[in-house]
């Protein structure tokens, strides 16, 4: 039996990956991923790496970090309304601003997929989409067909991603699975201010994903964002567990869910 | 034809667009890119059992998201089942003007969407936030009849994506969108969700502003260090009764019309439109997200200030 943990986007929440870092090293697993998006959202973005470096966890970049190292103008998540824009606009500069050159050059060395053998199972890691490193894959705009055509494409029987911020995990008809494993860096617009991260396991070639909630100090996050002077709309997002920024790229399930 | 037009091959089909009820529409507006109307019979209904068809040759494709749309989509008395027949396999978009929507056919709408894993997105034309500007491009008691259907379907949690084109200037962008964002929250739509859409140099708007017309075509050169992904036809194709055509904004060409089948119609298509410039420059204008899916080997831009 192989169990890994998989880490979405952390968006700088130092606090919930360490309390997610503490909750897998009880569990015991054989290796510890993110697949991206460390910075973004919140504060003190240079926090989150000594965590990372101590626990061993191997990364992927994501399209923030792909910004970040690169010296782009924006996070290439492609928003168009001007609201989102411009929360968009006050993260990523907070965020580049505050990560340090070191950093931004490792992001710059991390890859954009990483394959595992498993058991004879071909695990795909990847951030957005095997194609694209900002393509959104949803639950709901992600149907059964298209899901085995980037599996075909990608050579692969697992695909797991991370990029929209809410887990789900979608078992087709042959076999095959695709797992988006949700994200550690902000709660997933469901009303309550838990973050979350999944556990895969392969076992004789079976392969189940368990998600699991990571209880943390959010107050004391929302605290530190305060204190950073990171707009209100974020905190309240922390706090409530409801998204109130960047709501243009989710599709209508999605979107009905959450209040606003 | 233009010998060195570049040619785009169909990588795969994300999206399958079914011009459901032809050209024919309830109204005409100005500015319509294939110049629907009334009594515009350039193209004719689809019939479920081609419908039928096309979403199972289109699933064995793999594909993402299926669109619908005309002239009018409702105008169709099957559009319900064939909404049905897509959701089972897909997310599905309609793109209408909202007038035929009353409460029996929001009620369906609800319930379809409710019965779907997959998303249903219903996308309703405005242009104008006012009953003045709106009417004066989509005609006489247009602006209430579609505020009506925003309303009805946002009481079903619905939320309708309100689509705009943009006829406005730069300057008054926020303005404009506040404007939409206001009217909307008082008919009832108390979370808008707009998509605002640039003018399409075709159709009535073409006879309207010739001079929008691009200078020139899509080079090689415009497509050097460009992600071709953001091309509709490269992902794309749309289902007409008189065939299959290349993208949903050419189908006044006689040359985007690939085939009889989604088969046949799996060839390159060379840009050889001043549509495709439009779609060269503002990328994806017909999905719901217009996000431009840029990866990350694109052309580096400006550092952050
Ligand atoms: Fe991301």
Request: charge should be negative; aromatic fraction near 8%.
């Amino acid at each position: 039996m192989t169990r890994l943990a998989l880490l979405g986007g952390l968006y700088s929440n130092d606090r919930a990956l360490a309390a997610a870092l503490a909750d897998i090293a009880r569990h015991g697993v054989d290796a510890t991923y993110c697949l991206g998006d460390l910075g973004a959202f919140g504060p003190h973005p240079d926090r989150v790496y000594p965590l990372l470096h101590d626990a061993g966890v191997l990364c992927l970049q994501g399209n923030y970090d792909n910004s970040l190292a690169g010296g782009l103008a924006d996070c290439q998540c492609g928003y168009t309304d001007p609201r989102d824009n411009h929360f968009a606009r006050i993260s990523y500069r907070y965020t580049f601003g505050r990560t340090s050159d070191a950093h931004k050059a490792w992001l710059g060395t991390l890859p954009f997929e990483r394959r595992l053998e498993i058991e004879g199972r071909r695990v795909l890691l990847c951030h957005g989409s095997p194609r694209k490193i900002n393509e959104f894959l949803w639950e709901s705009t992600s149907p059964d067909q298209f899901l085995a055509y980037l599996l075909d494409t990608a050579a692969a029987d697992v695909l797991c991603v991370t990029h929209t911020g809410i887990k789900w995990h979608r078992a087709l008809a042959d076999g095959r699975h695709v797992v988006n494993v949700g994200v550690l860096g902000r709660p997933e617009n469901d009303g309550t201010p838990a973050v979350w991260y999944t556990l895969l396991t392969v076992d004789r070639g079976r392969v189940s994903a368990e998600f699991v909630p990571v209880a943390y100090d959010y107050r004391a996050l929302a605290a530190d964002m305060d204190a950073e002077r990171l707009p209100v709309e974020f905190i309240e997002t922390i706090l409530t567990g409801w998204w109130t920024t960047c709501l243009e790229v989710l599709p209508h399930k999605e979107r009905a869910r959450g209040r606003f | 034809m233009s010998p060195s037009a570049p040619a785009i091959p169909l990588v795969h089909l994300d999206h399958l667009w079914l011009q459901v009820s032809g050209t024919r529409c309830n109204i005409a507006c100005a500015h319509c890119f294939n110049s629907s109307g009334p009594d515009v019979r350039t193209f004719g209904h689809l019939t479920p059992a081609l419908v039928d068809e096309a979403i199972g040759a289109a699933a064995g494709r793999g594909v993402r998201e299926i669109f619908f749309t005309g002239g009018e989509p409702f105008l169709n008395p099957h559009l319900p089942g064939m909404l049905e027949t897509a959701l089972a396999v897909a997310p599905a978009t309609v793109l209408t003007n909202g007038m035929l929507i009353g409460d029996r056919i929001a009620d369906r709408l609800a319930g379809l969407a409710a019965a779907s894993r997959y998303s249903l997105e219903i996308r309703v034309s405005l242009d104008g936030y006012t009953e003045a500007a709106n009417d004066a491009i989509r005609g006489a008691g247009v602006f209430r009849q579609a505020l009506a259907a925003v309303a009805r379907l946002s009481r079903r949690g619905l939320l309708p994506l309100v689509t705009i084109v943009r006829t406005w200037p730069d300057e008054e962008e926020l303005a404009t969108l506040d404007g939409f964002a206001r009217v909307l929250r008082e008919a009832g739509d108390e979370r808008p969700r707009i998509k605002v859409l640039p003018a399409l140099p075709l159709g009535r708007e073409l006879a309207r502003h010739p001079e929008a017309l691009p200078g020139g075509l899509v080079t090689d050169a415009m497509l050097e260090d460009f992600d071709r992904d953001l091309l509709m036809c490269s992902n794309s194709r749309v289902v007409t009764d008189r065939g299959v055509w290349v993208c949903p904004l050419l189908v006044d060409a006689a040359d985007a019309r690939l085939g009889s089948t989604l088969d046949e119609a799996d060839r390159p298509y060379a840009l050889q439109h001043h549509a495709c410039v439009s779609c060269w420059h503002y990328g994806t204008i017909c999905g719901n997200v217009s996000a431009q899916i840029d990866g990350p080997d694109t052309a580096r831009r400006e550092r952050p200030a």
